[in-house]
């Protein structure tokens, strides 16, 4: 038999040496096998549990009068070498059981109440066989009595077969201990004591005696397990027999514990059969107090229900009742101010009374009820008298308001005197009914269209009026000279535009009519579309741009605020609505005519200055740009109008300007520089002083209608005399260039028709330099051209035997063409000095001229060193000199 590893004493030192460091004492170590499956039929792992090689080692460790036990899991590292894989107390072992899956019985787990996962199966230790099993219990088992004062649970363990086991192999292991001469002496001692303990302990000396006499008395063989069956039933028969003998020697004793039971039955029986009656009487009894309580509970609620529907008709009666002073008020009462608080009063009841009537505030089962139609109809007739009585009422106040202001002579501007509009009284005493109409819209909105009518077609009046008075008194208080409308005619004398008289009173007046009456015509607008019960946007928000330049401070005394709560909480601020087309057909009616008055100021200021409509464009754009309310409609239709009509007159006085320029073509031959070009740069200059704000677009306008007039009308005088046309364009062109020279550098318009007339400048130089050099060098260069024209088709080398280019032919050109070559530059000087008018022109046409013809005369000369390489002409250095000097 092999050698069990128990008594391998290397691998108990190896042991002792993974688990140095704990300073605790190795008992016992043994090798075993892990694993966590199940086991098969075959008696083999499963697929998944392999089992893997490990060690147990238990070790001990004396802490003062205490000693404490250890169970020691290792396992072999990759260099063979034990390591301590896992460590538990045996303080905490609770359970030792044998795994009923192995039939060879060599399988054991042991349980420990201190683990965290009592979900995950404890590790399986399977052993070589029983003995080392055996061996291995009885170690832990002797330790945990003799150590730790108790023992664990054992399951699927024999303590008997143990114990026996124990008696059988001490002595050997005993034995074998002692014989080991390299082992150490103490731990065989150590186990044999504990195997001794573990046979006293599981089984007594006196329970082993008593235990082998029985088993030696009833030692057989197996056949007679039968008749020692039989033997045992033959003895339990007697011992019953023994029992029932001594009952029956009590039998007294019996008897009076029958008679007992007996009396003790009539007494329940008697008792029995009067809870019977009792429990009848009961039955009656709780049948009468049912029968009481539901008739009880029936007349609650009948009383409950009475008082229910009392509740219920005296609400409805308060519903339907119309109080006396209301129904007074709403029929006859007036509507002078001091009464406007009870009328309001009055509204609010009414019209919450008929929506209490209607079925959301009201039971569909009393909405078809006689009295409730009855009643219903009742408030329909008090409100429709209501409506029209007030209606009427409105319709003669906002007139009668009306015709006295208009009556009274001091709400007008009047000679000498510029007088504001001023509405405040006129909107405070409108504010006194803002609230009446509001009611009247929840009441019946159809009401509102007759009263908004009247109340434009009253106001409209008024302000006409305010407008046609101011826009009178400001035209005859303004003191502007006329300015001539002819700027750019031919006709008239050149310093006509010099003299003109300073006009900004004239748009100063525009800008103060706007001033004035585009903020009114807003607030007026704001005003009624508040106070008409409009569901629309504010049209000037608090600190809002009003006039397009300054903003508006918040005037608690001016502010068009009504000063009232908007009785449909749900309108939403922005949000437009289906009133807004409404409004604007409302604001036309109030407003229409009112923009005559404004026509006539800039047709005024027209006919005064036409270019003052340059600053009127710019000063109504900035209005424009400050009005983004939606309610604004009709102010911006009429500023889009004045801007529209400021526009057409500017372009009629254009068109008039470029008539006068082209009037210049169908005068007599034009010499010098034409009389429109100055004065445009004039013009220009002036209307630059008058551009504000948006007008920039106007200006430029003009400008390229201008100056595209000015170019073709320009280009139609010189092509009228050929001969003088070059003369005619670059004078113009340098007369337009030195006129417009610095606006052209913050103008852009006018910066690209400056580098236009430029480029027509040089071309015109160009060509008039071109025709005075060929007047006085014609056969020489005409020689040169030739030559070039014929270099395009044969060699240099065959040129000087063509006809008429010979050498001879050469030297009659150059003789011809540069004897007294000092002469004929004289000439060319005072021939362009002849054509000239303007002086200032001279010298730099001078230096082109002087530039042009050496350039010429170079290429000439690179002609001749080519074709003719033999024939000497005066060179270009001498040339050059000859000219510096004249």
């Given at each position: 038999m092999a050698k069990s590893s128990a008594d391998d004493e290397d691998l108990r030192r190896a042991c002792q040496a993974a688990i140095e460091d704990t300073k605790q004492d190795v008992v016992m170590s043994i090798r075993v096998a892990k694993s966590r499956g199940i086991w098969s039929k075959a008696g083999k792992l499963g697929r998944g549990h392999m089992a893997k090689p490990r060690v147990l080692a238990i070790s001990t460790k004396a802490k003062g009068q205490q000693t404490k036990a250890f169970l020691h899991v290792?396992?072999?590292?990759?260099?063979?070498?034990?390591?301590?894989?896992?460590?538990?107390?045996?303080?905490?072992?609770?359970?030792?059981?044998?795994?009923?899956?192995?039939?060879?019985?060599?399988?054991?787990?042991?349980?420990?109440?201190?683990?965290?996962?009592?979900?995950?199966?404890?590790?399986?230790?399977?052993?070589?066989?029983?003995?080392?099993?055996?061996?291995?219990?009885?170690?832990?088992?002797?330790?945990?009595?003799?150590?730790?004062?108790?023992?664990?649970?054992?399951?699927?363990?024999?303590?008997?077969?143990?114990?026996?086991?124990?008696?059988?192999?001490?002595?050997?292991?005993?034995?074998?201990?002692?014989?080991?001469?390299?082992?150490p002496v103490m731990a065989a001692v150590v186990e044999d004591d504990m195997k001794v303990t573990v046979e006293r302990e599981l089984v007594s000396q006196a329970e082993e005696e008593d235990m082998e006499a029985l088993l030696g008395t009833y030692v057989?063989?197996?056949?007679?397990?039968?008749?020692?069956?039989?033997?045992?039933?033959?003895?339990?028969?007697?011992?019953?027999?023994?029992?029932?003998?001594?009952?029956?020697?009590?039998?007294?004793?019996?008897?009076?514990?029958?008679?007992?039971?007996?009396?003790?039955?009539?007494?329940?029986?008697?008792?029995?059969?009067?809870?019977?009656?009792?429990?009848?009487?009961?039955?009656?009894?709780?049948?009468?107090?049912?029968?009481?309580?539901?008739?009880?509970?029936?007349?609650?609620?009948?009383?409950?229900?009475?008082?229910?529907l009392i509740e219920e008709l005296d609400k409805l009666l308060e519903k339907l009742r119309i109080p006396s002073e209301y129904a007074a008020c709403l029929t006859g009462g007036s509507f002078d101010e001091a009464?406007?608080?009870?009328?309001?009063e009055a509204c609010e009841w009414l019209a919450n009374a008929l929506q209490n009537l209607e079925v959301p505030k009201l039971d569909r089962c009393y909405a078809n009820m006689r009295a409730v139609r009855e009643k219903r109809a009742e408030l329909d007739k008090l409100r429709n008298t209501f409506?029209?009585?007030?209606?009427?009422?409105?319709?003669?106040?906002?007139?009668?308001?009306?015709?006295?202001?208009?009556?009274?002579?001091?709400?007008?501007?009047?000679?000498?005197?510029?007088?504001?509009?001023d509405h405040a009284d006129l909107r405070y005493k409108c504010r006194t009914y803002a609230r009446l109409l509001q009611h009247l819209k929840s009441l019946d909105k159809n009401c509102l269209g007759p009263l908004r009518k009247a109340y434009c077609s009253s106001l409209n009046l008024l302000l006409r009026r305010e407008a046609r008075e101011f826009a009178n008194e400001l035209r005859a208080s303004t003191k502007a000279s006329r300015n001539p409308t002819v700027w750019l005619d031919g006709s008239t004398g050149s310093n006509q535009s010099a003299s003109s008289a300073d006009t900004s009173t004239v748009s100063e007046a525009y800008a103060k009519m706007l001033t004035i009456f585009i903020p009114l015509l807003v607030d007026e607008s704001s005003f009624f579309a508040h106070f008409m019960c409009f569901e629309v946007p504010a049209l000037v928000p608090p600190g809002g741009l009003a006039n397009?330049?300054?903003?508006?401070?918040?005037?608690?005394?001016?502010?068009?605020?009504?000063?009232?709560?908007?009785?449909?909480?749900?309108?939403?601020?922005?949000?437009?609505?289906?009133?807004?087309?409404?409004?604007?057909?409302?604001?036309?009616?109030?407003?229409?005519?009112?923009q005559e008055d404004f026509y006539a100021v800039v047709d005024w200021a027209y006919k005064i200055d036409p270019l003052r409509c340059i600053s009127m464009h710019g000063i109504t754009e900035r209005y424009i740009s400050g009005q983004k309310a939606d309610a604004a409609g009709f102010v911006r239709l009429l500023l889009d109008d004045l801007e529209n009509r400021i526009s057409t007159q500017f372009s009629r006085f254009v068109d008039e300007a470029c008539h006068q320029i082209e009037r210049n073509e169908r005068n007599v031959r034009q010499v010098g520089v034409l009389s429109y070009i100055p004065r445009f740069a004039t013009l220009a200059t002036r209307m630059e002083q008058y551009i504000q704000g948006q007008s920039r677009d106007l200006v430029d306008q003009a400008y390229t209608k201008f100056v595209t007039v000015m170019f073709?009308?320009?280009?139609?005088?010189?092509?009228?005399?050929?001969?003088?046309?070059?003369?005619?364009?670059?004078?113009?062109?340098?007369?337009?260039?030195?006129?417009?020279?610095?606006?052209?550098?913050?103008?852009?318009?006018?910066?690209?028709?400056?580098?236009?007339?430029?480029?027509?400048?040089?071309?015109?130089?160009?060509?008039?330099?071109?025709?005075?050099?060929?007047?006085?060098?014609?056969?020489?260069?005409?020689?040169?051209?030739r030559i070039e024209d014929l270099m395009y088709t044969i060699t240099p080398e065959e040129i000087p035997f063509q006809l008429g280019l010979s050498k001879m032919d050469l030297r009659k050109v150059v003789k011809s063409s540069l004897s007294?070559?000092?002469?004929?530059?004289?000439?060319?000087?005072?021939?362009?000095?002849?054509?000239?008018?303007?002086?200032?022109?001279?010298?730099?046409?001078?230096?082109?001229?002087?530039?042009?013809?050496?350039?010429?005369?170079?290429?000439?000369?690179?002609?001749?060193?080519?074709?003719?390489?033999?024939?000497?002409?005066?060179?270009?250095?001498?040339?050059r000199e000859l000219l510096a000097s004249m």
């Open positions: 290792l396992k072999y590292s990759s260099g063979g070498v034990l390591e301590p894989a896992k460590l538990y107390k045996l303080k905490h072992l609770s359970k030792v059981e044998v795994a009923t899956s192995d039939p060879s019985g060599c399988t054991f787990v042991l349980g420990f109440d201190n683990l965290r996962s009592q979900s995950v199966a404890p590790p399986q230790w399977t052993m070589r066989n029983i003995d080392d099993r055996n061996r291995t219990l009885l170690c832990i088992l002797n330790i945990c009595k003799d150590m730790l004062g108790r023992l664990p649970k054992v399951v699927g363990i024999d303590v008997v077969e143990m114990a026996l086991w124990a008696k059988e192999n001490t002595p050997a292991v005993a034995k074998q201990q002692g014989t080991l001469q390299d082992g057989m063989g197996i056949g007679e397990a039968e008749a020692f069956s039989e033997r045992l039933k033959r003895e339990l028969q007697a011992l019953e027999a023994a029992n029932v003998h001594a009952i029956l020697e009590n039998e007294p004793l019996i008897n009076e514990v029958l008679q007992g039971l007996d009396a003790a039955t009539n007494c329940v029986e008697d008792m029995d059969e009067w809870l019977n009656i009792f429990n009848v009487k009961l039955r009656h009894m709780r049948e009468d107090i049912e029968s009481i309580e539901m008739r009880n509970n029936k007349l609650e609620m009948q009383s409950v229900n009475n008082k229910s009464r406007m608080l009870q009328n309001i409506v029209k009585r007030a209606s009427e009422f409105l319709r003669n106040y906002f007139a009668s308001l009306v015709d006295f202001m208009i009556s009274d002579k001091s709400y007008f501007s009047q000679r000498g005197q510029l007088k504001r509009p397009g330049n300054k903003t508006v401070p918040i005037d608690d005394d001016n502010d068009d605020d009504l000063g009232i709560m908007d009785i449909d909480d749900n309108d939403k601020a922005g949000e437009k609505t289906a009133d807004l087309q409404a409004l604007n057909e409302s604001l036309h009616d109030l407003l229409d005519g009112i073709v009308t320009l280009d139609k005088i010189a092509q009228a005399d050929p001969k003088y046309a070059d003369i005619l364009l670059l004078e113009n062109y340098a007369a337009f260039q030195n006129s417009l020279y610095d606006l052209a550098n913050v103008v852009p318009t006018l910066a690209k028709f400056y580098h236009q007339a430029s480029e027509s400048y040089e071309q015109a130089c160009t060509r008039f330099i071109s025709t005075i050099i060929y007047y006085q060098f014609e056969r020489l260069f005409q020689f040169a051209r007294g070559v000092d002469k004929s530059i004289s000439a060319m000087y005072k021939r362009l000095q002849k054509n000239l008018t303007s002086e200032e022109l001279l010298p730099s046409l001078w230096d082109k001229c002087k530039k042009e013809f050496l350039d010429k005369y170079d290429s000439f000369a690179q002609l001749v060193a080519k074709i003719y390489p033999t024939e000497t002409i005066p060179a270009v250095s001498e040339m």
